[in-house]
């Protein structure tokens, strides 16, 4: 079992910056990629961005010049820097915890509210 708990949203002006924060536990947190998805209001989630355990990065398209994410594997946490954000960010960003590739199971945390608003 892994356990996560964001943290790091609210509300930003249109260009501003969010640094949102994951803390996982319940296991060996360097063993399994970690991710962020988003899921905004009537839409589908999507994925944002994952890092692996190897510290491997991906990213989807639309946020690639303005996100990034890292783990630090000492604090058992995973980060998402985003900058210049847009209206269009505004969304329930989620932790994700993937363990399939160790046989484990997929995990997500409740969620962290970030809105884009001026």
């Known amino acids: 079992q892994v356990q996560l708990v964001e943290s790091g949203g609210g509300l930003v002006q249109p260009g501003g910056s969010l640094m949102l924060s994951c803390a996982a536990s319940?296991?060996?947190?360097?063993?399994?990629?970690m991710g962020w998805y988003r899921q905004a209001p009537g839409k589908q989630r999507e994925l944002v961005a994952t890092?692996?355990?190897?510290?491997?990065?991906n990213y989807v398209d639309s946020v690639k010049e303005r996100v990034t994410i890292s783990r630090d594997n000492a604090k058992n946490t995973v980060y998402l820097q985003m900058n210049s954000l847009k209206p269009e960010d505004t969304a329930v960003y989620y932790c994700?915890?993937?363990?399939?590739?160790?046989?484990?199971?997929?995990?997500w945390g409740k969620g962290t509210l970030v809105t884009v608003s001026s």
């Open positions: 994700n915890a993937d363990l399939r590739e160790i046989g484990g199971g997929n995990y």
């Open positions: 319940g296991t060996i947190f360097t063993t399994y990629t």
């Open positions: 890092i692996s355990r190897l510290g491997s990065t």
